[in-house]
């Protein structure tokens, strides 16, 4: 997927979007010409139309090039540091959490490279800002489904992350430290339909988180809530396998392991293929279907309110 | 009171990413004076340098060529002292903070310019007064319309009585109440507090009704600097100023 | 300068008193996400009782000192980063046209008192370090010294980061490789690090000042790295450098500001 979307997007980079059908976001887009969209959107398959809003994700993203290039240059700083804090700890112990120092290293390097994908810190998703202008109810109108809508675009942006701002820390980290890969094709497979997994998880989660803005007078706190649950039990910090106890099993089975903490044991090897995998499902279809009815409710709303 | 010597900016302007850039004079050579209590309309099309004076006038710019001088001081080097003796509004944006209401906005001006609270109670309330703010003092900035916000953005220019009070096109997008209000408050400015005023406009109406004398700029250099017959008396008879400043604009072109 | 600074924060600190509930909130929130930081060094310590050859306790006073500094950085100048959206929006402009300090200007807009939550759990860790380790009171001198040095030091990154935003208005969030990259590298003893890594960090760009060379003193240890003594004492010296150096590139960002739209 990753690649495929990285593909087109790298075939028609350069060349004026031909997106132009596509409803638009623009507010300015009156009631008469959604309703235009809607018939030409129906005749046409619904696959096509959200493959098309991955590489329109990605295309958007693509224009912030020098952004991306500074977040990979401070990604990369950070999992030097954590690599460090990593190797120290496993010289301290050996073996801890059966890992090896370069299974640890590649361990820190890999969740680096998830922090933009899974959009580890903030929502990463436009539709706080349109509920509070309001313009959700143009969002909602159109004959799309906005939870599918947002996610395809959401992968989108997160394959040109994943590229763009992981890749390069990756690569630093082997040049320094030396880090591991899959072992074949079938442990890169898993790895690949992990880490999908693990951004529908993702964005199923920030997408919940999104829409308690319209519930919420001051959206800050679930953020802020939000941000500390996913730090500390994705993964992204220590590997779960060292949390303690009950903390370290809680952790396990929350859905922000399915983030990180899952691709990477998959990406080194150390958990059983099917099992991951189920987890991981399990989690991201709960949430996409917890967002859906946030979607009805959300829509209830804004036809109550008169949007 | 203002004094440009020869002065001029240029940027070094980049193509995406390749790292050697063309050199543009924004600004080339520009001398002209303002004396004390004279009121200048600073005319000239889009992307003249109308801006660029401006701002080398309040020390944002550094000028890269020439010598520059308000009220005596180098804005550059001398920006903060210079602050206390010079009022700035721009139409396009506001000098007030987005969030707060007026009232907070002229407090932390007060604050800023260090005015006694005395004398800066006697002057806000004259300020209310004339500019009639007195509806909207305790709405925060982003919900006023333009024309209440660009009075607010006056006043709060004026809280510290400053000599020079350089706009930046004021009326900008105001309608026509609006203007004729800020008229004839910059008329009575001028006239009875003795204010140097700049004013930089593409509207012909503000220039005929306020300013005595008119300077036009046009690709960074002084294209004419008189007053407003003499101006007039460029052109054919039965002009309008509209005629004459279209053609000067197109002439110098 | 003092006196306009605290007239400007304490202002906007009224105007999000306006607010108390979501205040109180934003406070409280912000302690646990600072405490994400402390957790991890928890864990850490649940599975090694010595990392690099330095205890839970002796981490946890590395992380207080470097933290309170950061801190009380974070909150008083930390704001200093948002100049590129300033530069973005004009309103840098607008700072330009006042007769305070653009520096003073910026790291007051929208001050956010919410921030004391973090330097108040910064210094409950200190606090607990401190009697933890029972420390004799002889060297304890030491801590106000090298937190004021590193409060200077962090304040200097701040401004160093503002003034290469004049440049990088594109790419800011490279500059918080060095702000929040500095806050984190310091929490740790440098012991951990490579030993080219800490040599940068000695002589290049002073970090090592900021907690881990006078700690070593506090502590009463030597350098695993074989740093001479007088090191320990050198942190004032360094930090000066750095702010005299900070503040010169501040001031040549602000001569080549170029100020952009009409």
Redesign the interface.
Known sequence: MAARASFIALRIAGRKADNSWLPSADPRAGPGTVRHRAITLRRCKTIPLYARLVRYGFRKHATYVWAAVAGAFTNSVFGILRAYILIALWQARPGLAGYDVTQAVTFCFITQALIGPMQLFGTGLAIPERIRSGDIALDLVRPASLLLWSLSEDLGRACYLFLVRGIPPMLLGAALFGVTHPAGPGQWLAFLVSFLAGMVASFGWRYLVSLSVCWLIDERGVGAFSLVLTILFSGMLLPLSLFPGLLGELARALPWAAMVQAPTDLYLGKAPVLETLAFQGCWAAALLAAGALGTRAIRHKVVIQGG | MIELDRAGRSFKVRRSLKLKGNLVHAVCDLSFTVAPGEFVGYLGPNGAGKSTTIKMLCGILTPTSGRVRVAGLDPSRKRTTLARRIGVVFGQRTTLWWDLPLRDSFELIRLLYKVDRKVFKTRLDELIETLDLGAFTRTPVRQLSLGQRMRGDLAAALLHAPDVLVLDEPTIGLDVVSKSSIRAFLRRLNAEQGTTVLLTTHDLGDIERLCRRVMLIDHGRLAFDGTLDELMATAPEQSTIEDVVTRLYTGSR | MVR?YF??AW?WTR?AMA?P??FA??TV??L??A??DV??IL??F???????GFSREETLFLYGTANLAFCLCDLFVSNVDRISQHIKA??F??M??????AWI?LATDRFLPTRAGRVLQAAIVLGYAISALDLGSGRLWMVPVMIATGVVIFGALWTLAGALQFV?T?????T??FTY?SG??TQ?PL????RD?VRGVTYALPLAFINWQPALYVLDRDDPFGTPGFMRFLGPVAALVLALLAGSAWRLGI?????T??
Not at chain 3, 170 to 174: G, L, N, Q, R, T
């Open positions: 306009s007239l400007l202002t105007a607010y509930a979501s909130l934003t929130l912000g646990f996400v405490g994400t957790a991890v864990i850490i649940a599975n090694t009782t010595s990392l690099a004009g309103t402009d607008t330009l046209i006042r007769p305070v300090s200007q990088l594109d790419a800011p969030e490279v918080n490789a990259g984190q590298l740790y012991a951990i690090y490579g890594l001569r080549h500001y170029r100020s739209g009409s």
